[in-house]
């Protein structure tokens, strides 16, 4: 009998009320349709030359490069952060997820002027830094930096909701086994939140693939350098608006690549 009734519930359709694909079709078109805008008003005879040109080539790779770098920093930094936010008991963890997640909503300007105080030539690192002889404000390691700061809150945000969700029943049952500390964080915890680090990941590329302000204000626009695709697309929309919208078709291409890679990743590791 359990089993027939589980199978007779699973069989059953979560209701949806009658108006709610309304709402949902109007969010949808909202973003659809400038996208699809975007897309009428590529001049497609020249299109590839316009997006093959050196300095259009040069800005994409710079931008894959540093943005998967970014990635990688991220999460190296950001999965114990959200690993200790989640399972931390301590008053104190409030505060500190408020101020790792603060670049989520703070203009990408001001985080590239905090990234300036912190690290530019007179910051509190910087200073220290070029005193040795190595300098990071306008180099491609800036490019980096700014789009690690931007990035990382994404996938920790991402993490940190897969693991409460979660919960920590099994860790608790492995460390009742004789595994240790290490052991059940590498053998039981990551595998269970997977997908949600999969899932930051993305979100992290992608916002790191996207970042501007931050960049700009801290890292600069120098060609080969630091002007990764979305300054080449700035600086493009002011002199020639054609390559700028091509090169921002080529952007949301690469984006919808990574997103849909990512879909289809997730649902191989939960199946």
């Given at each position: 009998m359990p089993g027939r009734a589980e199978r007779a519930l699973?069989?059953?359709r979560t209701p949806v009320p009658w108006w709610l694909p309304i709402p949902a079709v109007l969010g949808g078109l909202f973003v659809v349709?400038?996208?699809?805008?975007?897309?009428?008003?590529?001049?497609?005879?020249?299109?590839g030359a316009l997006v093959t040109s050196p300095a259009s080539l040069t800005a994409l790779g710079l931008?894959?490069?540093?943005?998967?770098?970014a990635t990688?920093?991220?999460?190296?930094?950001?999965?114990?952060?959200?690993?200790?936010?989640?399972?931390?008991?301590?008053?104190?963890?409030g505060v500190a997820r408020a101020l790792v997640l603060l670049p989520?909503?703070?203009?990408?300007?001001?985080?590239?002027?905090?990234?300036?105080?912190?690290?530019?030539?007179?910051?509190?690192?910087?200073?220290f830094l070029d005193a040795h002889g190595l300098r990071i404000a306008f180099t491609t390691t800036a490019v980096v930096i700014a789009q690690t700061f931007v990035a990382m809150p994404?996938?920790?945000?991402?993490?940190?909701?897969?693991?409460?969700?979660?919960?920590?029943?099994f860790e608790r049952v492995a460390?009742?086994?004789?595994?240790?500390?290490?052991?059940?964080?590498?053998?039981?915890?990551?595998?269970?939140?997977l997908p949600g680090i999969l899932s930051g990941l993305v979100l992290c590329f992608a916002r790191a693939l996207g970042e501007f302000g931050a960049t700009l204000t801290f890292a600069g626009s120098l060609q080969g350098?630091?002007?990764?695709?979305?300054?080449?697309?700035?600086?493009?929309?002011?002199?020639?608006?054609?390559?700028?919208?091509?090169?921002?078709?080529?952007?949301?291409?690469?984006?919808?690549?990574?997103?849909?890679?990512?879909?289809v990743r997730s649902r191989a590791v939960v199946a």
């Open positions: 699973a069989s059953v349709v400038p996208v699809v805008a975007m897309v009428g008003r590529v001049d497609w005879g020249s299109f931008s894959l490069g540093t943005a998967a770098a990688g920093i991220a999460l190296v930094l950001g999965y114990p952060l959200a690993v200790l936010f989640a399972r931390s008991t301590s008053r104190w963890v989520l909503v703070l203009p990408p300007v001001v985080g590239g002027l905090a990234l300036l105080a912190a690290f530019g030539r007179l910051g509190v690192v910087g200073a994404f996938l920790v945000s991402s993490i940190e909701g897969a693991l409460r969700v979660g919960g920590d029943r460390a009742t086994l004789g595994a240790g500390p290490t052991r059940t964080f590498l053998t039981v915890t990551t595998p269970r939140v350098v630091t002007r990764t695709l979305p300054l080449e697309i700035y600086l493009q929309r002011e002199i020639d608006p054609d390559t700028a919208v091509a090169l921002a078709l080529v952007l949301v291409v690469v984006a919808l690549v990574v997103i849909g890679a990512s879909a």
